[in-house]
């Protein structure tokens, strides 16, 4: 993400600790750790493909995707949505009227499936071109169901002079979000903006329990903010390069965040997660290797050249069941 704080976050990521996100990473089973649990390759030829697929943002019915998809550098972004039709087949993918042009990513419905939350570089009326950061904008449905015009979200939420990205709403309205705002633990802090009498609140820092003197970046919070599942970067407590982790919330404090178990973390990166809206799965993007059968078929008309280059180290879909992270 060319002059994005984010990218230069994603790269050392992808770089650092030594080896690369290529074939050779440490590949995590029950048999190996007790705390382990096994993830499954998730929507092979439309969700995941040869290329750095992340994101997953259903409707509340299950039958309507908005997903990202990057350059192999992860400095351009492209979201695209898909169907469900009545016979179970997803339609081909295409651009949502509100993200056909600029970098877009990071897609997160709210719980009622009216508003679509993301991060882009577009400029405002007015303004020569992209933004060398990312802000937070959103989209509503309209009447017709078609996705009305984006609206950029106002300050306090948004600096023109820095990024913020992965916005993650709750049912009352509090949006939470990953940005280095002054006040944070280190690099990238997690953040929540509370929705009051029709407006965002200024941000508050997620505190200790959550934020580190690394990055966290990614926040997906349950819709009655119970607990919070979140993207961090060479945590002392981490596995690998990104990892996930879990804080719940007990008597409105939150618990110290644990790693969720080896199998969903390795010591590759994973991030770009979120979870179905009925709470059953987890998904998140990986770049850990793989190899042998990709499983179910998502792509109508089948095109065997789409799964070219999956396990090559660019970001594959996975998904969990919540039950195997105690949720």
Known sequence: MVGSMRGVLV???????????????ERMTAAKRADSCTPELYGAGLFTTGAWDFFMAFSPDQRHVLFG?????????????????????WSRPELPRFAREWSNADP??????????FISDRPEPGEPGPRAS??????SLGADGEWEDARRLPAPVNDKGRDEWSPAVAANGNLYFGGDLPGTHGGSDLWVSRWVDGAYQPPENLGAAINSSMHELEPWIAPDESYLIFSALRRPDGLGRYDLFLSRKVDGKWEPARRLCAGINTRDSEYNHSVSPDGKWLYFSSTRPFSGDVGERFDTPRDDASLQGIGNGTGDMYRI???????
């Open 69 to 89: 998809r990057a350059d192999d550098a992860f400095e351009r972004f492209t979201m695209y949505e898909t169907r469900l039709d009545a016979k179970g087949r």
């Open 108 to 117: 997160h419905l709210s719980p009622d499936g009216r508003t679509v939350f």
């Open 321 to 327: 069941p919540m039950s195997a992270i105690g949720l």
């Open 11 to 25: 790269t050392l990521g992808l770089l650092g600790l030594g080896c690369g996100a290529h074939p050779g990473g």
């Open 134 to 139: 990312y802000d937070i904008w959103s989209a």
